[in-house]
């Protein structure tokens, strides 16, 4: 429970948190609608009160002292929690589709399958994905929540593990014929089916003894083409198990090699505070999946 006494006056807190915000008394001042001395006598009273100086002057603006970007980072995420939580209810979201931002190739290969299950449970909730390579941000865009790909530590965002995304060497049956047990030494000779710009797929590579760069591979935009190449037999694909585990249990690809490791994986993050019901509907079913 939160101590009310134990606080500083809540103005004090909201004008000098618009300060470190703007990094002027007087931009705080407009954007509070107060006078520019209202917000300098609030954040000596802040000072005041801690014993220690918060704020510097500089010219015409100001900047924060070491316990003045301390207290600033806290009030942003206490005030932005606050925020989204007010305009959850002032906007009325409840009918509106939640809003999801992931790749496209999770979108397709991961997520897609699996949605008949969700709407049969939930008919009258609605889905908005919009797939991006892009790290989004998800108060900025307005998203429910997110799943990116990580070792799952992201400041100022709550992860929870949805799915392993450990790597593979895949490729269809009909590449390798009768010899599906690849050595590195084999597959260097062998044709590639690479994603262009994917650190992780050429560290892979390295670990094992490739190197990306003297492979003879063609190169494919985005892992969804690499993926339909690899299925019509023409080399061998670096990918995630959770996005070919259906291919590889119907036949369409085989696995040559794969990673033990447990990170990175797959996450679902959201922003702290309370998520509307049709998000945390969402959110219990994609924890099933998991």
Request: some cysteine; aromatic content about 6%; overall charge negative.
């Amino acid at each position: 429970m939160v101590d009310w006494h134990a606080l500083p006056s809540l103005t004090a807190l909201r004008a000098f948190a618009a300060t470190a915000e703007k990094r002027s008394f007087s931009q705080a001042a407009r954007a509070l609608n107060v006078t520019h001395a209202a917000v300098a006598q609030q954040v000596r009273a802040l000072e005041d009160h801690f014993g220690r100086s918060l704020v510097q002057r500089e010219g015409r603006g100001v900047s924060l002292t070491v316990d003045g970007e301390q207290l600033a980072a806290a009030l942003a995420e206490g005030f932005g929690v606050v925020q989204r939580g007010v305009e959850a209810l002032r906007s009325g979201e409840v009918d509106q589709p939640v809003r999801v931002t992931l790749t496209a190739s999770f979108a397709a290969q991961w997520l897609m399958p699996r949605l008949r299950d969700f709407w049969e449970q939930h008919p009258d909730i609605g889905l908005s994905l919009h797939p991006d390579s892009r790290v989004v941000d998800l108060h900025r865009e307005r998203m429910d929540l997110g799943i990116r790909y990580g070792n799952g530590d992201w400041p100022g965002l709550e992860a929870s593990y949805l799915a392993s995304a450990r790597l593979v060497v895949a490729a269809a049956p009909s590449l390798l014929g009768k010899d599906q047990g690849l050595t590195p030494q084999a597959m260097q000779g062998m044709e590639w089916i690479l994603a262009r710009n994917w650190p992780e797929q050429d560290n892979f590579l390295r670990n094992l003894g490739l190197d990306p760069a003297t492979l003879s591979a063609t190169e494919f935009p985005g892992e969804e083409l690499a993926i339909a190449a690899a299925r019509q037999g023409l080399g061998l694909v670096v990918e995630s198990m959770a996005l070919i585990e259906a291919d590889v249990a119907e036949g369409r690809l085989c696995v040559v090699h794969e990673s033990r490791e447990k990170l990175p994986a797959y996450f679902v993050i959201t922003l702290p505070g309370p998520q509307r019901a049709a998000a945390r509907a969402f959110l219990k079913w994609l924890g099933s999946q998991a």
